[in-house]
T-cell receptor, first 112, second 111 residues
Framework: NAGVTQTPKFQVLKTGQSMTLQCAQD?????MYWYRQDPGMGLRLIYY???????DKGEVPNGYNVSRLNKREFSLRLESAAPSQTSVYFC???????????FGPGTRLTVT | QQQVKQSPQSLIVQKGGISIINCAYE??????FPWYQQFPGKGPALLIA?????SEKKEGRFTISFNKSAKQFSLHIMDSQPGDSATYFC??????????FGAGTRLFVKA
């Protein structure tokens, strides 16, 4: 039982490049989330998926797209990376109506 | 925009001392108030949580105090240990789908 896994762990992009961050969970959770963490800002919700086939915007969705590929996987795509998207990205999941979220180890992204 | 305000930004405590982190929220519709603990290079993990119908919850050395009328809640870490050195986030949620996090407090416990 690996919990929530994220790939890659680190990534450096040039401005304008695109990439997809991958997230998978093996806990049979219904909801999945993408957050970004910046110094002094806490965690801010980018997008979430309440169930397979649905996605909704969070606080800071601009510049990102998501895909809930199946119940296990939820990916985050940056179509044209900008330096303002330099951050640590966390994926999380939640089971049913329980409130606790389980977080992955994060992806540290630098855009130059 | 809904906010959760957390203070202090950083905290240094002697081993064996009490660490206190405070949070304030605005939206009275929030129905779940968790604290997450994050070690360097790791994702946050749930430490302890409380519902607004309870004024205090204790789990081991960790206690949440909740003041509904003041819209404030706090985390107390008793007998703080060097292993407690981490970043702590308070948060608030309504219905579970959207959780608003505070800015975080970096705690350092001196041996």
């Amino acid at each position: 039982n690996a919990g929530v896994t994220q790939t890659p762990k680190f990534q450096v992009l040039k401005t304008g490049q695109s990439m997809t961050l991958q997230c998978a969970q093996d806990m049979n959770h219904n909801s999945m989330y993408w957050y970004r963490q910046d110094p002094g800002m806490g965690l801010r919700l980018i997008y979430y998926s309440a169930s397979e086939g649905t996605t909704d915007k969070g606080e800071v969705p601009n510049g990102y797209n998501v895909s809930r590929l199946n119940k296990r996987e939820f990916s985050l795509r940056l179509e044209s990376a900008a330096p303002s998207q330099t951050s640590v990205y966390f994926c999380a999941s939640r089971f049913g109506t329980a409130y606790e979220q389980y977080f992955g180890p994060g992806t540290r992204l630098t855009v130059t | 925009q809904q906010q959760v305000k957390q203070s202090p930004q950083s905290l240094i405590v002697q081993k064996g001392g009490i660490s206190i982190i405070n949070c304030a929220y605005e939206n009275t519709a929030f129905d779940y108030f968790p604290w997450y603990q994050q070690f360097p290079g790791k994702g946050p993990a749930l430490l302890i949580a409380i519902r607004p119908d309870v004024s205090e919850k204790k789990e081991g050395r960790f206690t949440i105090s909740f003041n509904k009328s003041a819209k404030q809640f706090s985390l107390h870490i008793m007998d703080s240990q060097p292993g407690d050195s981490a970043t702590y986030f308070c948060a608030a949620s309504r219905g579970g789908f959207k959780t608003i996090f505070g800015a975080g407090t970096r705690l350092f416990v001196k041996a």
